[in-house]
């Protein structure tokens, strides 16, 4: 099957298929076909994610140190690791 591109779609195409770790003939059917292309992380943004799922736990931690304690601080200790855990989520979409 064929069909017809500028020189710049074509660079898009590829450079979008490319994130996604695809060839362009795979990527073309996938968005085709409706279904998820989904991109690849960067390095960065792999160690970015390890560096909060790290922060998370550490300010679990603390808030289970300070239960029972300090009731104010407790809260915001696990409001902080709530915080965390959504910008997590949004490395999973």
Same mark, same amino acid.
């Given at each position: 099957?064929?069909?017809r591109?500028?020189?710049?779609? %074509? &660079?898009?195409? $590829?450079?979008?298929?490319? #994130?996604?770790?695809?060839?362009?003939?795979?990527?073309?059917r996938r $968005?085709?076909?409706?279904?998820?292309?989904?991109?690849c992380? $960067?390095?960065?943004? *792999?160690? #970015?994610?390890?560096? =909060?799922?790290?922060?998370?736990?550490?300010? &679990?931690? *603390?808030?289970?140190?300070?239960?029972? &304690?300090?009731?104010? =601080? $407790? &809260?915001?200790?696990?409001?902080?690791? %709530?915080?965390? %855990?959504?910008?997590?989520?949004?490395?999973?979409?």
């Amino acid at each position: 099957m064929k069909f017809r591109c500028s020189t710049y779609e %074509k &660079k898009l195409l $590829t450079a979008k298929a490319k #994130l996604c770790g695809l060839s362009l003939s795979e990527f073309l059917r996938r $968005t085709a076909m409706e279904q998820a292309t989904i991109e690849c992380l $960067t390095d960065e943004e *792999i160690e #970015l994610y390890k560096m =909060l799922a790290k922060y998370h736990n550490n300010f &679990k931690s *603390i808030g289970n140190m300070f239960r029972g &304690k300090n009731d104010n =601080l $407790t &809260k915001m200790v696990y409001d902080t690791a %709530k915080e965390i %855990k959504e910008h997590l989520k949004k490395f999973s979409k």
